[in-house]
């Protein structure tokens, strides 16, 4: 795996590593998700929050929660609930919108009262950066965070070209939300050479490191007798995913696998034709389709999997996004079966992980069934990847953040002591 071993300024030189803090820092994350569920921001906030630092979270309501909660010293703001799945742009476009809005007012009313010394800005989508506008001209520094690269994102979920006037006009609102932030992250290496290449000089990578405090073996190191042998696959259900290769692997492999069950946990626009291709190949005893839930619990379920499952194909936008579901399974133990996308070969080797052919049922079959069958191999492969993923985890890198946004605020700081 390549490492981020470095912080690299705007002119892109390295930078040294940040004193400890002046004073404590008031930090807002702004993100069009669940905060609970998303690990990459529970991370980030958590890392501040660790270290005295105040952190507010912006971020969507489900019907059951407060408006308003605490939870690990992160005060959670949820200001839009968001309870069905997107079926067209334009829908999912009127959402983002309607979000942006009501972000940019939550966010410049707290400013005005908090002073906010550093707003942090998740995408999808890149615009919602904008949301920090009365931060920006008031003095607050201005992160960027792409998870997603959202014109190849697009493309693959609307089925756009390149050549589209909207894949271009997606490119134009990179570039601007870009220029808007004093700091782009983003979410694994090959993406931050496109963005170096086509829309900043201002960017880091930050991988999504697990957190092995959260993330590790089961108790029992074993599988409950007459268990049956699950492969899980955990997250988003998008085409790009690859979630109904792995249901017609799975439906190859049923009869050499007796006791084998494929469990999935995720929501999408794919859900409906997934569960019609389970009732079709007659597997609704053997694959389950269940809701997303917390992380707590999600680390819990990872643990207690026999195999893990990243199917994604290797077109477009899935060839080059970085899943953290693949370190997940590593740092709890579990062996796990990639797809051999241009960015996991780039992160892994065949000593970490069982590779198969993308978008390839058959290759797929065939690897479920070797997992299944050589159970000592298989686990030989997932104790190398544990050690792989604990020398890859938020609490090996997390410091990489902290320095960054401490730097980002460093000038200030040092204004202030010259003050003195």
Not at 16 to 24: Q, V
Not at 82 to 102: G, N, P
Not at 347 to 373: C, I, Q, S, W
Not at 381 to 388: E, K, P
Request: aromatic share 8%; glycine share 6%.
């Amino acid at each position: 795996m390549t490492q981020v071993s470095d912080i690299r300024d705007r002119s892109g030189e390295r930078t040294a590593a940040t004193a400890p803090p002046a004073r404590r820092l008031r930090v807002c994350h702004v993100a069009y998700t669940f905060y609970e569920a998303d690990n990459r921001v529970i991370r980030y906030a958590k890392e501040m929050a660790g270290r005295g630092h105040s952190v507010d979270v912006i971020a969507l309501r489900r019907p059951d929660q407060p408006m308003i909660e605490t939870v690990d010293g992160v005060r959670a703001i949820r200001i839009q609930r968001r309870s069905i799945t997107e079926s067209t742009a334009t829908v999912y476009l009127a959402k983002l919108v309607w979000f942006l809005t009501k972000a940019f007012t939550v966010l410049t009313c707290l400013h005005v009262k908090r002073r906010y010394d550093v707003v942090h800005v998740h995408n999808v989508p890149d615009f919602l950066v904008f949301s920090a506008l009365v931060p920006k001209l008031t003095g607050a520094r201005i992160i960027l965070d792409i998870h997603d690269i959202v014109p190849e994102l697009y493309k693959g979920k609307f089925g756009i070209t390149e050549r589209s006037g909207t894949f271009k006009a997606l490119l134009g609102v990179e570039r601007a939300s870009c220029s808007f932030a004093d700091h782009v992250i983003v979410a694994n290496d090959l993406w931050r050479d496109t963005l170096l290449r086509r829309s900043t000089k201002r960017c880091t990578s930050i991988l999504n490191y697990p957190d092995v405090s959260l993330f590790k073996p089961r108790e029992t190191g074993v599988r409950t007798h007459g268990a049956p042998f699950v492969f899980l696959y955990p997250g988003s259900l998008n085409h790009h995913q690859g979630v109904d290769v792995a249901i017609r692997a799975f439906a190859l492999a049923r009869n050499e696998m007796p006791d084998a069950q494929f469990h999935v946990y995720g929501h999408g626009p794919a859900r409906p034709m997934l569960e019609q291709l389970i009732q079709d190949l007659q597997l609704q005893e053997r694959v389950k389709i269940m809701d997303r839930v917390p992380i707590q619990e999600m680390a819990r379920i990872i643990a207690s999997a026999d195999v893990g499952v990243v199917p994604k194909r290797a077109d477009g936008f899935g060839n080059e996004a970085f899943s953290t579901k693949i370190l997940e399974f590593m740092a709890s133990g579990v062996p796990v079966i990639v797809s051999r996308t241009r960015v996991d070969e780039h992160h892994f080797n065949p000593t970490l992980v069982r590779f198969f052919k993308p978008g390839d049922e058959r290759d797929l079959a065939t690897a479920m069934l070797e997992l299944y069958h050589n159970a000592g191999g298989a686990q030989a492969r997932a104790a190398a990847a544990r050690t792989f993923a604990h020398l890859h985890s938020w609490q090996r890198h997390g410091g990489e953040y902290r320095q960054l946004v401490e730097s980002l605020v460093r000038p200030a700081w040092s204004g202030q002591a010259a003050a003195l």
